[in-house]
């Protein structure tokens, strides 16, 4: 028998997953629906900013990345991603 999933992640914050290019929305819902599954702390993600940019914090990658805290319930930070456009990720 197969498991029912039920996705209960919240977008919250300024950004939406709507406002992102088009092209980046399905790549960062899919890792956020993997963060979320793979872990049941996560329960809200804060996109950082709607324009796809390089990373801050890992001047060697040289994709473009949107930046997404990963919360939970309560509003504190279970961890920081940074989502590619061609749905490859990395855990800040």
Excluded: C
């Excluded at 997953?17 to 088009?22: D, H, N, S, V």
């Amino acid at each position: 028998m197969s498991q029912i999933f039920k996705r209960f992640i919240s977008y919250v914050g300024k950004v939406k997953l709507e406002q992102l290019p088009k092209t980046w929305q399905k790549p960062v819902d899919d890792v956020l629906t993997a963060a979320e599954e793979a872990d049941p702390n996560i329960k809200k993600a804060e996109i950082k900013g709607a324009n796809p940019h390089k990373s801050h914090s890992d001047p060697n990658d040289p994709l473009e990345v949107i930046s997404v805290r990963l919360l939970k319930e309560s509003g504190s930070r279970v961890d920081s991603i940074h989502i590619h456009e061609d749905g490859t990720s990395k855990r800040k």
